[in-house]
């Protein structure tokens, strides 16, 4: 039996009392035309992630190639991102499955490359704190 994955199974959008989570598989302008998307966060894709980064980039993409040193990682660390993966249970043993891990926004980018190819880190949701996002000022 072979299994069929649906892309848009990873493309998504939840909430929760304290949290917003967004599935990896969307790009930035899949988010701007979702109407559960906040406008807030809309608002901040349009004014600053824009300039940063073209629009039919995935969130998946963008947040694994992100570093330190650039406006767009300022913002997601001004709105408290986290990042869940899957990885490799042990990198050395491939074979022996994945990981679900929930990394901050600084945890994730300090990790080089090289190593998230090791560690077979696929990034499948980003999660915005509702705090943050209420505070951040546009």
Do not use: W
Not at 44 to 50: E, M, N, P, Q, W
Not at 64 to 85: A, H, M, N, S, W
Not at 121 to 132: C, D, M, W, Y
């Amino acid at each position: 039996m072979r299994n069929i994955v649906n892309e848009d199974d990873f493309k998504y959008y939840m909430q929760d009392i304290e949290r917003h989570y967004f599935g990896g598989r969307y790009n930035y302008l899949e988010l701007l035309d979702n109407e559960m998307v906040p406008f807030k966060f809309k608002s901040i894709i349009t004014k600053y992630l824009k300039e940063q980064v073209g629009l039919e980039t995935t969130l998946e993409s963008h947040i694994y190639y992100l570093e330190k040193d650039t406006f767009d990682y300022e913002i997601y660390k001004q709105l408290r991102c986290r990042v869940r993966v899957s990885q490799y249970k042990d990198p050395n043993k491939r074979d022996k499955g994945f990981k679900e891990k929930l990394y901050s926004i600084t945890e994730f980018v300090s990790i080089p490359k090289e190593e998230k190819e090791e560690m077979g880190i696929i990034v499948r949701e980003l999660v915005i704190s509702k705090l943050a996002l209420f505070g951040f000022s546009v």
